[in-house]
């Protein structure tokens, strides 16, 4: 009986009964500097795909600007512009732009900055994860852009970001293949050996590991609401033990594996996850976004603290136009825990946070 | 044969919402015609750079004259008050695509409406971005096939092929919505949503609307639309409820209100693309109104030549008697000099 009984609580808390499930969770006051990005007279940010900071400060955007173009060729009609990459230094001033003119920015999704100070972006249309190094020149690629697009993509969403064939073809939905083949990745992490897990993303359902030298190891995930099954994969971290964390918007909740795929827990009460960042040290914190979608902002739009083992510490900011609201949060940087830069899409902006 | 007649005023208002661009002879009657000149090669392009279509024109409070127009890209270039080229502004601009209408609020603020990514944007008086309303849709998305069909359901956040913008005193934001919507939207000055009229439906009703192209608001908050393809302007309150449509005006392309303590507006029957046969000579001018509706005078008249007008696709009229006009076909601006006259009600205010 008394095992039935913990049981029973075990399922309630699980099923979000538990009583700091319940309590609301607490305001945390911060503050904002909307315009620390100072931009050349010529230049303009757009939507923020990514935001991150390196070990020196210099901060790096992944942005959707300028004009996505279809080129009329043969029979086949080719797509490439529409995203751009920037530095800035730790003021806020433009430093330079990297990979102008480049193959395959087109939609930017994330930038990451792993442990070496190496540039990671992640572009959902191109549909691949492309590492940079310092100086901005590609050093490892995974995945490739399509070779051209369909037009009119009359199969609607993930016409564009198709990566090739073999995509989860005789497999789960979503599963995708087991290869370096993505359909609309999100974001990339790492774990303190190397390796490499990829959010796979708005057009697959899974996580992929690849090795340093980005090796395929394994995938894991396919589409559905089960543990281990994601709707769509948005965002991803790694903590220093090596667990993952894999935002699962579509079913509002955080997915936490061992660092080989095996579901442990799930962190939910966060709203729809658009966006993850961990911070660095021994006592790691979680911040998450409930962002909003761009044509709703009235209602989310809050950012989470949560520790480790899904309690939440608190939450700040709403959805809206001003200073300290947010515009479908699609990136966050929190590399120094009570510091935070929040990229936005829908808001074109980003914002310095301070927590208080 | 009493069914049959009844029957066709509906078929003739279907088939002219099929081709908004179907022109009407205003019906006012004895409207004076007020003379003007056109200044000679007003705006001086930048070396190696013309104009494309001229979408958008408007002034800030220093006479800079701001272009927008459908250039290989869309572009948004300044000129001073004498038409000395200054600078572009948005260049390589997301929201950037396939321009639609440019104002200038009171604080000189630059705002642009692109219809080809669903956005407004304000920019500051030196061309720094500041907010956005709307949202492209991701390219990742692939080319779309153009939709035929029932319009979807207009989303308070998301413009379909949005048409122009003004703003109240109080500074509340109104937008037309537009080719794809058929409604008006009021957003308070942050850019949240506060109401709208109309709806992604096209209606004939009062606070229904058929292709609103042309928005601006007056000093005391009412709302101007230039109701395109129902071939009228309606006025609304600033809770967006019609109180009065002009139905005698031709086709409502695109509206303008005056600056300074006594305003008037401007509506332009613009003459149609291409000029079918019959429109050369019964379209094409501007009408200039007292806020009460009092038609004062009219002016311009369809023409390609220089001081004609070519489809008036948006006018300036900050001093009401220096009008600046952007046409869509022959890829020109206008600075227009009217002779001055007194109002009918001028001397009693």
Same mark, same amino acid.
């Given at each position: ?356 | ?29 004895? $409207? ?104 492209? %849709?991701?390219? &990742? ?5 153009? $939709? ?20 109240? %005193?109080?500074?509340? *934001? !109104?937008?037309?919505?537009? #080719?794809?919507?058929?409604? $008006? ?7 949240? !949503? ?14 229904? #609307? ?46 303008? $209100? ?7 507006? !401007? ?18 001018? *501007? ?24 489809? &008036? ?37």
């Amino acid at each position: 009986m008394k095992r039935f009984i913990t049981l029973l609580c075990a399922v309630l808390a699980a099923a979000g009964f538990g009583v700091a499930a319940q309590s609301p969770a607490p305001e945390l006051m911060f503050d904002s500097n909307p315009s620390l990005l100072t931009m050349p007279d010529d230049i303009y940010l757009g939507e923020i795909g990514g935001v991150a900071a390196n070990s020196k400060g210099d901060i790096y955007v992944y942005t959707r600007t300028g004009h996505p173009t279809i080129s009329i060729g043969t029979s086949r009609a080719f797509a490439h512009g529409g995203s751009r990459l920037f530095q800035f230094d730790r003021t806020g001033k433009f430093v330079r732009e990297l990979g102008k003119d480049s193959y395959g920015m087109m939609v930017a999704q994330q930038v990451r900055i792993d442990p070496q100070d190496n540039v990671w972006i992640v572009d959902q249309m191109a549909g691949y994860v492309n590492k940079l190094d310092a100086q901005g020149r590609p050093v490892l690629m995974l995945g490739r852009k399509p070779e051209s697009i369909n037009v009119p993509a009359n199969a609607g969403r993930g016409g564009g970001g198709e990566g090739g064939p073999g995509r989860g073809r005789g497999g789960l939905p979503g599963a995708g293949a087991q290869s370096d083949v993505f359909n609309r990745p999100t974001d990339v992490a790492w774990d303190s050996a190397g390796n490499i897990f990829v959010a796979d993303g708005m057009g697959n359902a899974r996580v992929a590991k690849f090795d340093s030298k980005g090796v395929f190891i394994k995938s894991w995930g396919s589409r559905g609401a089960e543990p281990g099954m994601f709707a769509n994969v948005t965002a991803i971290a790694v903590d220093a033990q090596g667990n993952v964390y894999a935002a699962d918007a579509g079913n509002k909740r955080i997915q936490v594996f061992d660092n080989s795929g095996t579901f442990k827990s799930a962190i939910t009460n966060v709203g729809a996850p658009g966006a993850l960042c961990l911070t660095p040290g021994t006592n790691q914190m979680l911040y998450v976004s409930n962002s909003n979608p761009p044509e709703d902002f009235d209602s989310g739009g809050e950012i989470y603290k949560v520790r480790l083992d899904g309690t939440i510490v608190g939450k700040f900011g709403k959805a809206g136009k001003r200073p300290k609201e947010f515009g479908t949060v699609n990136s966050i940087d929190c590399r120094t825990e009570n510091t935070l830069l929040v990229g936005e899409l829908a808001n074109m902006r980003v914002q310095k946070l301070t927590l208080r | 044969m009493k069914r049959l007649l009844a029957c066709v005023p509906a078929v003739l208002l279907a088939f002219s919402s099929a081709r908004p661009a179907a022109q009407q002879k205003a019906t006012v009657q004895n $409207v004076a015609e007020i003379p003007y000149t056109s200044v000679p090669n007003f705006l001086k392009m930048p070396a190696g750079e013309t104009l494309g279509e001229a979408i958008g024109v408007a002034t800030n409070s220093k006479g800079h004259v701001f272009v927008y127009h459908r250039s290989a890209n869309t572009r948004l270039w300044e000129f001073d008050k004498n038409g000395a080229f200054v600078k572009e502004i948005g260049k390589g601009y997301y929201g950037f695509e396939f321009a639609h209408s440019v104002r200038v609020d009171t604080q000189d603020n630059i705002w642009t409406v692109d219809e080809g990514t669903n956005t407004v944007t304000k920019f500051s008086p030196d061309g720094k971005f500041l907010m956005v309303i709307g949202h492209r %849709p991701p390219a &990742v998305e692939g080319a779309v096939a153009t $939709v035929f069909g029932p319009n979807q359901p207009s989303q308070k956040y998301i413009f379909c092929r949005p048409t122009d913008v003004g703003w109240d %005193p109080q500074g509340n *934001i !109104f937008v037309s919505d537009g #080719y794809c919507n058929n409604r $008006v939207v009021k957003y308070d000055k942050d850019g949240r !949503f506060v109401a709208e009229s109309g709806s992604e439906k096209a209606g004939s009703e009062p606070g229904q #609307y058929s292709l609103p192209h042309g928005l601006q608001v007056d000093g005391r908050g009412h709302v101007w639309v230039a109701d395109r393809t129902n071939n009228r302007y309606q006025e609304l309150d600033n809770d967006l409820k019609p109180l009065k449509q002009y139905t005698n005006l031709g086709t409502g392309w695109t509206v303008c $209100v005056s600056a300074g303590p006594h305003q008037y507006v !401007f509506a332009s029957n613009s003459n149609p693309n291409g000029n079918g046969p019959g429109t050369w000579a019964n379209t094409g001018e *501007i009408y200039k109104m007292e806020l009460d509706g009092t038609v004062l005078g009219k002016f311009g008249h369809a023409s390609k030549d220089f001081g004609g007008f070519q489809v &008036v696709h948006m006018m300036d009229c900050r001093n009401p008697n220096e009008i600046i006009v952007g046409e869509i076909e022959s890829w020109r601006v206008q600075k227009l000099l009217l002779q001055p006259q007194a109002s009918k009600t001028g001397s009693s205010r």
